[in-house]
């Protein structure tokens, strides 16, 4: 589809330049008539080059919004990051609830209340 649009924004450019000479061949001739309508389609191929444009931008921020709303969110608060580490740390629940006081580590026999 990308590519589809690009040609086909290419096609608008090069029709326009094609009307637009001819606008300028039929003002040489004193045609008024003809040049006004050459040059009246000459600016709606190029409204519609510009038109791609902008629905092409378009598209990419809508997919882009679409991209951001199909991530999971991030529920996850930081301070829990910090608590896994913490707890990893930890030898045993008096540890924890003690926060090392009071606590030999080296003779922890409540090794196995862990998770």
């Known amino acids: 589809m990308k590519h589809f649009t690009a040609a086909l924004c290419v ?27 050459f040059t009246t389609c000459t600016v709606l191929f190029a409204l519609g080059v510009v038109h791609h444009a902008y629905h092409r931008d378009e598209l990419r921020a809508a997919l882009l919004r679409l991209e951001r709303a199909a991530r999971p969110p991030d529920t996850r608060p930081a301070i829990d990051d910090a608590v896994a580490i913490a707890l990893a740390t930890a030898c045993c629940e008096t540890w924890w609830a003690t926060t090392g006081a009071q606590h030999d580590p080296e003779h922890c026999t409540r090794k196995d209340t862990t998770a």
């Open 11 to 37: 096609l608008y450019t090069v029709a326009s330049i094609a009307l637009l000479r001819c606008a300028v061949a039929s003002q040489q001739h004193g045609q008024a008539g003809y040049t006004a309508l």
